[in-house]
């Protein structure tokens, strides 16, 4: 894998080339994700990145990131930053996210992110504190929370308290690594149910592992085959908890829907209301599983498929002039 340019430049200079290189091409694109195609059918995208995520992968460029949403109507994405250091190889700042989505708010949606393991003058003001400054500077949600600690760990517990409290949804990552738990997600039933006001969003192996009732601890760490068995903890806590929501992004969403079409439709269905469209998009010429999920196989009602692709994202982010 060959070392992408833009790492060897001043971040002031790369924000002024892709701003003016995107300018350019938005203009000749008419600012359009798809010409003639309307926008209430295209897609929002709970869930993409930017830079280099991992070592082995490409650097993604606003420009590379805004092109694929144009080839596959995604009308507009989130884009989250990576901040601990378990999550990625390069970490990629909130400031970095809100700094490149500025000049394409009307595509991009930033999101912030603090490790639970920052130092903060001030506990938990300090942290609200901090949260405000990047909700003033535009983030719409939290995430992706991606620590290496278990998923109540305490640091991470103010966390989803002040996410509550200053009204940013809290996306995370689950799996053997991060935020960790045990099957049934009782580390995450604890954050549920003491935080009520915290708008939960799950993503990764180990929650999408956990869709079926028969699940391992070593499962939360890969992605089961099979036939879902019913019980699964997911079922089970959005049952309970309704500021608990799906991010259906990733090879993990993915192989969570395909394992077992039937039920995966059906769970759908069933939580057509709290079930957010995601990629997890992150390289260039990256598969991306989910279009042909949403668009051959699932067969999903038309409502329900409205709901999922864009609807429900634009609601629980607050988002009032939906691009059009």
């Not at 991009?108 to 992110?113: N, R």
């Not at 580390?187 to 708008?199: H, M, R, S, W």
């Not at 699964?232 to 309970?240: N, Q, S, V």
């Amino acid at each position: 894998m060959a070392t992408h340019a833009h790492c060897s430049i001043t971040r002031r200079r790369f924000s002024s080339l892709v701003v003016g290189t995107i300018g350019a091409t938005l203009a000749n694109r008419g600012n359009h994700a798809a010409a003639g195609e309307p926008a209430e059918s295209g897609y929002v995208d709970i869930h993409t990145h930017l830079g280099q995520t991992w070592n082995y992968t490409q650097y993604l460029s606003v420009e590379e990131l805004l092109r694929w949403m144009d080839a596959h109507r995604v009308h507009q994405a989130a884009v989250l930053p990576l901040v601990s250091p378990e999550a990625s190889s390069y970490p990629w700042s909130s400031r970095f996210v809100l700094e490149q989505t500025k000049p394409f708010r009307d595509r991009l949606i930033p999101f912030c992110s603090i490790d639970p393991r920052t130092s903060l003058r001030g506990d938990k003001q300090g942290l609200v504190d901090v949260l405000k400054q990047y909700v003033e500077a535009g983030a719409k949600g939290f995430g992706e929370h991606k620590p290496g600690v278990a998923f109540d760990h305490p640091g991470s517990m103010k966390l989803y308290e002040a996410c509550g409290g200053v009204g940013l949804p809290l996306l995370f990552h689950l799996d053997n690594e991060r935020n960790i738990d045990k099957p049934g997600l009782p580390g995450l039933e604890k954050a549920l149910k003491q935080f009520p006001e915290c708008i939960f969003i799950g993503h990764g192996p180990g929650w999408w592992a956990s869709i079926s009732g028969d699940v391992t601890q070593r499962d939360l760490g890969g992605y089961p085959t099979g036939k879902i068995a019913p019980g699964g903890a997911i079922d089970t806590l959005m049952k309970k908890y309704p500021n608990l929501y799906a991010d259906v992004s990733a090879d993990s969403g993915a192989n969570a829907l395909s394992r077992d079409p039937s039920f995966a439709r059906e769970f759908l269905i069933r939580w057509a209301d709290r079930t957010l469209f995601g990629t997890d998009f992150l390289a260039p010429g990256q598969a991306v599983r989910q279009f042909d999920l949403f668009e051959k196989q699932l067969s999903l009602p038309a409502d329900v498929q409205r709901k999922i692709v864009r609807e429900n994202t634009l609601r629980l982010l607050k988002i009032t002039n939906p691009k059009t």
